[in-house]
Structure formats: C-alpha cells, structure tokens
C-alpha cells in the first residue's frame, strides 16, 4: 500500500534523518523568508512581546522562530544534529495515524517501522523552574505601536497548569462571563458607555505547567482615551466572580452544550484530525483524546471559586496596542522592530482595579438561556429519499430548494437564503455596496444579545455581501430552535427603527473605516484576492472607493436609506438537515411573511459579470504596497478557461492536485523564491480558471513572472 511506504519514510525523518547541507541552506532561507512574511504581522509581533518578556531564566523566554542571522551559521547542521540526538527520544514522541486499514494492520506497521526510535529517557522540559510569570515580570503596562489601525486592550492573567482539571473545566465559567454579550453583560456596559465594540476571552493554555487568561477588547476612540474606565469597569464584573457564590446555571448550561456539541459535531477534515489528536496525546489520556478538550463531564464549583480569587492586580499585565501608541514607545524589539514601552502598573489605576466606582444594579450574571435545547430527536425517515436537493415551493418572492438528511443523521438543520435587492441601487454602484456592509454591521450589533444568546445554544447567525448581486444570510444549528429563531430575525429587520441607532452606526462606520483601510495594509498575498476581483469583476468597488464613500455618508442619510431597503427582493432558500418538507415550507412562508416586501422578477436583478481575458492576451497589473517599507512582493498569474462545465471544472480540480505540489517544489524548494507558493483553481461566478501566487522577499515581480512562465 501507498501508506506502508510513506509511514517506513516518515519513520526515518526521526531514526536517522539526513539534514544534508543542501537542504539545509534552503530550510534556513525558508524560515528567514517566513519571518520576512510575518515581520509586519501585529499578531506576531504581539505575541512574541508576550513571550520574550517573560521570566528571562525560564525555558519558556525565547523568541520563537528564526532568521539567517540567527541561522546562519558554520555550525547549524551540527547543531541540528546534535538536537535530534539528544532530545529525539520515543518518551517525549507521540503518533496519530488515520486510514481505512485494520487497527491490526496500523498497529504490526507502527510497530515495525518506529520501533527504531530509542527511548533514551529524557526529561520533560519544566517551564515552571522558575516560572515564566513573577516579579518583575508581571503587573506590567504595556504600550504598543501597531502596524493596522487598531484599537485594542488586552488584559491578561496567569494560572498554573489547567490539564489535569480536563474532566471539570473550571475556568470556563469566567470566559463565560466575561466573554457574555447577552444581557447584564460586561460587554454591554462597555457599550452603555461607548467604550468598545467587540470583546473576546481566550484561555491560552501553551505549555505543561503555566496558561494565561487573555480579555481582548476592542476600543472605540472613546474607549482608548479612557482605557482606565474600561479597566475599572471589567473589575467590577471580576468583583462580582470573586465575592459571590458560583453561578451555577451558568456552568450546567456550558456543561449541557458541551455534550451536545462534542455528540454532534461535525466530521472534521483528516488532517486536521490527525493533528489535534498526535497534540493531544501529550495532554490527556489517550482514550479521552477526542472528547476531553470539548466536554464538561462534572461540576467542581469550589475549583472554580478557587480559580476566580486569581483575577487580581497583582496576577495580571495590561497591554494597549495602538498607533498611537508610538508617542510613548521608548524601545524597540529586536526582530520585529516593533516599537513599545513597559512599566509597572501605576498605583492610583491598581486602586480603580480594587474599588471600581460603576452602576452595581447593571453588574449581574447573565440571565438563564431559552434557547438551550430542551431535547434533541431525529425526524422519521421518509419514506422516498432524495440523493439532491430539490425545488419543491416556488413563490412570486422566490424558490425553495429542500433536501432532509439521511446521512450524517444529526439534529442539525443548515438554511441558507439568498436575497436578491435592487433597492438603493445594490449590486451596481459603490454607494449600494458600502451601504449594505453598513446595514450588516448596524443591524447585528443592534440585535447582538438577543443573537448571542443563540449562539451560546449552537444557533448560528451570519450575514454577509456576497459580491455577487446578493446579500446571504445563513443559519445553522440544533433544528429544533431555527424556525423560531429564523421567523424573530426576519421580524427585527423589518420592524427595527434605523433612526434610534445613531450611536451604533457611528461606532460601526468607524469600525468599517478602520477595517477597509487596514485591508490595504494587510501582508501582499492577503491582499491578491480583493486586488484581483477589483480588476476581474464589472461591479467591484476598491477599497479607496468605498472609504470615499463612507467619510460623506452622514447617519441621516444612512437611516433614510434603511427605509428603502428590501422592498423589493427575490429570494432563494436552502434547507438542508433535520427538517421535513413541510416544516422547510412553514419556516420559509413565515420569515417572508415578517420581511414582507415586493417581488421583483429575475430579469430585474443585476448581475456583476467576470471581464473576459480575449485568447492569447496577457495583461499585467502592478500595484505598490501601502506601507513603504513593505519588504515583501507578491506575484499572481491567473489563467481563464472560460464558463463552467462539470467536465472542465473536474479536470481543473485535478490539475491542481498534480500541480499543487510540483509548483511548491519548483518555485519554493528548488528556486527559492520565498514561503508562500501555491497553485490553486478559482471560480468565479462559474467562470473557471487557476492561478500561480508567490510572495517573495528576495526576487522582484519581473523576475518571479519569469520563473512561472518558465514553469
């Protein structure tokens, strides 16, 4: 079998790997080309200040990946040698294999072929001798300068190891409730207030011994010049965790989803599976790799009172990451050139944190959730099954396309519905563009606890401009809770008074303004896909395009707009899962009975046609990058074909899996050109084709065009 050799090769990577001195080379290039891609990446230059201002005799206080000064040495394949000698040992070493073989038959391979591995009995690297977070090295106030726009406070505390409380998940009871967007919440206050427009918790539990407890929170303008109100603020909500008795309901409910989720979870994709699993197997018993990071199986609420009395000042950094920031930075790091200061935490702010002044009567934990389900049952099987979807409800407004599950036999339902609008000249000019992402952004922040609720009970909600001529809204979830849930979402967008909402659309005109422009600042092969259906697509407004816009329209205008849209619209609905015909057609006619509206014909709706490249023509587009420093270039040829066939969208699916790899061994491995190759098809409103991207920071454009016409 194809798989006995490839487990016999991928054993000798670690009994006997060559590490020549060509390949070598070439992996130190890839790696200083990584960090050339990264350096302008606020993520990486975040997260590396985290970790290289830790406790610098810790194991854990180094930075994180490499580049040819750190690499490029006389002595590095020595050195890589003498690392795989010394820690390659099978007790630090596990192995996750997915096939369609016999547990027998994996079990006789793995045996033959990785028995090899020595166990040579090497300790557990300890990443809590001493540990990475105490004095100094904690109770700090960082201020970062930011590549992007961005508006963000983090605050951060840390806790010892949290693997062995896999069973009770203790912790998440306070990424609950400080992470809550629904009523009473901390987040809401935020907003009551103009502070923030978005929060998020994140329990980071990066190595055996220590973990963090991240609060990130996105800042209004407002919110940034008053960054100590916020503080002050989420430590009201921390008072609250750590002087009252444990919400019960609030952890029975996580532990509820818990189950229900991990029991109906989607199937993943192999190689993300395989993945999570060889990572787990250092962390949790190995029968319980798949179910142990997702299920609550107990309740332990004197651990979890225990854990909140550690959300204290003298637990905890703060970090502000802004532009401008720069106006206090008075150091720069080495690799990233990231500019920042760090001081301790000043003691009039520590007292806010010890004695928040705010309104108790809106401190409160969340209310109990109605949308948890009360049960989970399959439909009966009917009696014809169909292996498509098929239309089944036509109306003047639109079509309904239905197909009950027979497969994966959960109780999940997936609707899709797409809204085909010709009000406020949608799908046509920029002015119709930006006004729906507008919409969007007002409209889920206006609805945002009723949704978060939802979302809390596996109930998800999104909209979003597809660029094609319609606005899509899709929703997935536990099928016994959609239709209701579907029928109040259509009844708020008709019956919500656009005109009462000018705080909201001035936070998210603001937020949109900050989004477009740091779209255009993003690393270059992000950039590839809107650059390139701006030149593709007859209707596709630029980003400059859309932030002229945006500066001129006034919130009067925005509410008056709001009255005009979807009025007149065709739509077409999906319903796939746990719902019988009858029920797709009860939910379908109650949803467009609250949006109520016109129907317009297809002849009506606009289309925003592909140009076509005529035969043998080739075009070049060259665009400078934003930031004048930018180091990167990125490279994009793309090839038409023409419309879709299934014949010509098989044979393109299958090119590029022979080519996928061809490509990153050619221009990457070979040629060098830098660490983001790949080969991929695109469709584009079924117009098909591929494309050959490469970033580089060491060739030009002129020069990689060469080598992909040569290849």
């Not at 002087?243 to 989803?257: G, L």
């Not at 014809?384 to 959960?410: A, C, M, R, S, V």
Request: with cysteine.
């Amino acid at each position: 079998s194809a798989l006995e050799e490839a487990l016999d090769r991928f054993a000798q990577f670690f009994i006997s790997p060559l590490m020549s001195e060509g390949s070598t080379s070439k992996e130190v290039n890839n790696i200083d080309s990584e960090h050339s891609k990264n350096k302008k990446s606020d993520m990486w230059r975040y997260y590396d200040l985290l970790q290289t201002h830790t406790n610098p005799l810790s194991l854990y206080c180094h930075w994180g990946t490499g580049n040819l000064e750190t690499l490029s040495y006389p002595d590095v394949r020595k050195d890589l040698l003498d690392y795989h000698s010394k820690y390659y040992s099978a007790n630090l070493m596990s192995l996750a294999i997915y096939s369609e073989q016999s547990l027998e038959q994996l079990e006789k391979w793995v045996k033959g072929m990785f028995s090899e591995i020595p166990n040579k009995e090497v300790p557990e690297p300890d990443y809590t001798s001493p540990c990475p977070y105490e004095a100094p090295c904690i109770q700090r106030l960082f201020k970062v300068a930011t590549i992007k726009d961005k508006r963000t406070l983090d605050m951060i505390w840390y806790f010892p190891d949290l693997f062995p409380l896999y069973e009770s998940k203790p912790y998440e009871y306070f990424l609950e409730i400080l992470g809550h967007e629904g009523p009473n919440s901390l987040f809401s206050y935020l907003k009551e207030e103009e502070l923030a427009v978005e929060i998020m918790t994140e329990m980071e539990k990066l190595r055996k011994g220590f973990a963090y407890f991240q609060l990130e929170i996105e800042l209004t303008k407002k919110g940034l010049e008053n960054y100590e109100r916020v503080v002050e603020i989420v430590y009201a909500y921390v008072k609250m965790l750590r002087e009252k008795e444990v919400c019960k309901y609030v952890m029975e409910e996580r532990m509820t989803m818990s189950k229900h989720k991990f029991e109906y979870k989607n199937k993943e994709r192999y190689d993300d599976f395989v993945f999570k699993m060889v990572e787990r197997l250092n962390n949790y018993p190995p029968h319980l790799v798949e179910r142990a990071p997702h299920v609550i199986e107990k309740l332990d609420l004197e651990k979890t009172k225990e854990l909140t009395q550690r959300l204290i000042p003298q637990n905890m950094d703060i970090v502000l990451r802004s532009r401008s920031m720069e106006e206090f930075a008075d150091t720069t790091e080495k690799y990233y050139g990231t500019r920042f200061s760090v001081a301790p935490i000043q003691q009039a702010l520590i007292e806010k944190m010890e004695n928040p002044k705010v309104d108790s009567s809106k401190v409160d934990f969340p209310p109990v959730n109605e949308f948890i389900p009360k049960s989970i049952s399959l439909l009966d099987q009917p009696k014809e099954l169909k292996k498509n979807p098929t239309l089944i409800k036509t109306w003047k407004k639109g079509e309904l396309w239905h197909k009950q599950d027979e497969t994966f036999k959960t109780s999940k339902a997936s609707i899709r519905a797409a809204f085909y609008c010709i009000d406020n000249n949608y799908g046509t000019t920029v002015n119709g563009a930006v006004f729906t992402e507008l919409f969007i952004r007002v409209f889920e922040e206006y609805i945002a606890e009723y949704n978060y609720m939802a979302d809390l009970a596996n109930i998800e909600l999104q909209f979003e401009e597809s660029g094609k001529g319609y606005l899509q809204m899709k929703l997935n979830g536990f099928s016994e809770s959609l239709h209701i849930f579907l029928a109040s979402i259509c009844k708020k967008i008709k019956e919500c008074d656009f005109s009462k909402l000018k705080p909201i659309f001035e936070r998210q005109k603001d937020d949109l303004d900050m989004t477009l422009g740091n779209d255009m600042l993003s690393e270059p092969y992000k950039q590839t896909s809107r650059i390139f259906k701006n030149l593709l697509y007859q209707n596709n407004p630029t980003n400059e395009e859309k932030l002229d816009f945006l500066e001129e329209l006034t919130f009067e205008e925005f509410a008056d707009l709001t009255k005009k849209w979807l009025r007149n619209y065709r739509v077409t609905w999906l319903v796939v899962g746990n719902l019988n015909e009858e029920q797709a057609i009860n939910l379908c006619n109650e949803a467009m009975d609250n949006l109520k509206g016109e129907a317009i014909s297809k002849s009506a709706i606009p289309q925003n046609r592909v140009i076509e490249i005529p035969d043998k023509t080739s075009i070049v587009y060259y665009t400078e990058a934003k930031e004048e420093d930018e180091e990167n270039t990125l490279a994009l040829s793309y090839f038409q074909y023409g419309a879709k066939t299934l014949e010509t969208e098989a044979m393109i699916k299958f090119l590029c899996q022979v080519m996928d790899e061809a490509t990153f061994n050619t221009l990457r491995t070979n040629d060098q050109l830098g660490y983001i190759v790949y080969f991929s098809d695109r469709k584009e409103n079924d117009i098909l084709g591929v494309s050959i991207s490469v970033q580089s920071s060491v060739k030009s454009a002129e020069f990689i065009f060469g080598r992909i016409d040569a290849f």
